[in-house]
Every structure is written in structure tokens, then in C-alpha cells.
């Protein structure tokens, strides 16, 4: 069992659900609904007290409720309030990014990195969605750093050694994660993951927030360690599932 001290954020005795952080997560839709389920999955398992999920069609939002009761289902992410965002996986219909909190960019809505934003902003491309951006992955670290300088974001880098790069810091590589994480799905529950995480920590600064992407990052590789443990081959719901056996104390 893998350990990694100091890894969610602390829960004061006093604690509610709200201070413990909110996250809100569009993701999914009629083509891809498991995105949905999957991403809410990893929220649940970041730290935050309270998960909103904004319904995409009456199929998606009943399979998300089915696996997770506790999680709350909202109409428009431009009327709620939530200390973190998740926006893209599955690729739902994006018609509004929110401004001034912590925001994770994923599949799709990478695109969305380049806007000028107040909160912080967090995308998690693979090689080929840099692609789509006009970026050439000729040299990883490179163009991560590259990215994260241009847009003033943090870049989660997926694929073999996953990297981390903020603006003008130094790089974070997962040394961790192996080829178990390359099954579909695997994305999504780092998303949602991420957003809860940053929800919790509620990091002010983009260094700060690097950090706490890194152990989210640190954290979904050693939930899929785990999975590889039992499981040949792994698939996302395993690594899903073993985000609870990660020992965090």
C-alpha cells in the first residue's frame, strides 16, 4: 500500500461540509456519460465536503446520481458558486467558463487556456490535444514548460511521467505512474480528482497550486499501482476504486 503523508487537506473538529470546499464538475453528456460518472468518482475522493454536478441530459445526470446519491445535481454552472471548477471531460456543451476560481481544463475544453482568467487555471491535455492547440510535442518538458509560461497556466502533461509545470517554477515529473494508466477513463477521474483537491486545499498562489496538482497527480498514479496489484489489465473503474486503499496518513 502506497503512503503519502499530508496529502489531502486537514479537517478542522469543527468542520461542515462547505468549508471543507466545493466542487463543481461539467463533464460528460449522450456520447460519453461514463466521462460523467467517472469524473464525479474522483471528485468524491479529493477532500471536498460537497460535489455539484451540472446535469447534461436526463440519461447522464441519472446515471451520475445512481452511482453517487451524495452528490448534488445542479441546472446552469453560471448560477452556482463552487471553490473549484471541473469543465471538459467527455466533452459536454461549454457555454460559460467561470472567471475567478480554480478552474480544471479538460479534454475539449483545453481550448478555454487561453482566456484571460482571474482564478487560477489548470489544463490537462495529452499529446494529441496539444496538437489541436498548435503545439509540437517534439521535446515534453520543453513544451510543458513552454505552455504554462505562454498562458499563464499550470500544465498537467499526461502520458508516460506525467509532468506538472507552472509558470516560470520548476518542473514536477511523476515518477510513479506506469502503463496501467492508458485505458479510457483514466483522465477523467484525475480531473475530477484535481478539482476536488484544489476545492479543499484552496491554494493562493500558482505555486502553491502546483503542489497540490502534483499530489493529486502522485495520488491517482499510486491508486492505479494499487489497481495493477489485482488487476491485469487495469481499467479506469479499478483505478477508480482504488483511490479509497491509498494509504494518506
Excluded at 496529502?7 to 460523467?36: C, E, F, M, N, Q
Excluded at 482566456?115 to 510535442?137: C, D, Q, V
Aim: hydrophobic share 45%; aromatic share 6%; glycine share 10%.
Amino acid at each position: 500500500m502506497f503512503n503519502i503523508p499530508n496529502l489531502l487537506a486537514p479537517v478542522a473538529p469543527d468542520a461542515h461540509k462547505y468549508s471543507r470546499g466545493v466542487v463543481g464538475i461539467l463533464a460528460g453528456g449522450a456520447t460519453y456519460p461514463g466521462a460523467a460518472v467517472l469524473c464525479v468518482g474522483g471528485a468524491r475522493r479529493g477532500g471536498a465536503g460537497y460535489v455539484k454536478y451540472v446535469a447534461q441530459n436526463k440519461f447522464t445526470t441519472t446515471a451520475v446520481i445512481a452511482q453517487y446519491p451524495d452528490v448534488v445535481p445542479v441546472s446552469k454552472l453560471k448560477d452556482e458558486k463552487a471553490d473549484a471548477w471541473v469543465v471538459g471531460p467527455g466533452a459536454p456543451r461549454i457555454t460559460f467558463i467561470p472567471e475567478d476560481t480554480a478552474l480544471v481544463l479538460d479534454g475539449a475544453a483545453i481550448r478555454h487556456a487561453s482566456r484571460k482568467r482571474t482564478g487560477i487555471t489548470i489544463m490537462t491535455p495529452h499529446a494529441g490535444e496539444l496538437k489541436h492547440l498548435g503545439y509540437e510535442l517534439t521535446h515534453r518538458e520543453e513544451t510543458a514548460r513552454r505552455i504554462a509560461d505562454e498562458l499563464n497556466v499550470i500544465v498537467v502533461l499526461k502520458g508516460r511521467h506525467t509532468i506538472v509545470a507552472a509558470p516560470h517554477q520548476a518542473l514536477l515529473v511523476d515518477e510513479i505512474g506506469g502503463p496501467e494508466l492508458a485505458c479510457a477513463g483514466s483522465g477523467d477521474i484525475l480531473a475530477g480528482l484535481l478539482g476536488s483537491m484544489l476545492a479543499s486545499w484552496r491554494p493562493a498562489t500558482l505555486g502553491d497550486a502546483a503542489s497540490v496538482v502534483y499530489k493529486t497527480v502522485i495520488y491517482h498514479s499510486s491508486a492505479a499501482k494499487i489497481a495493477r496489484e489485482a488487476h491485469n489489465p487495469v481499467v479506469a473503474t479499478d483505478i477508480l476504486s482504488a483511490l479509497s486503499k491509498v494509504n494518506l496518513q
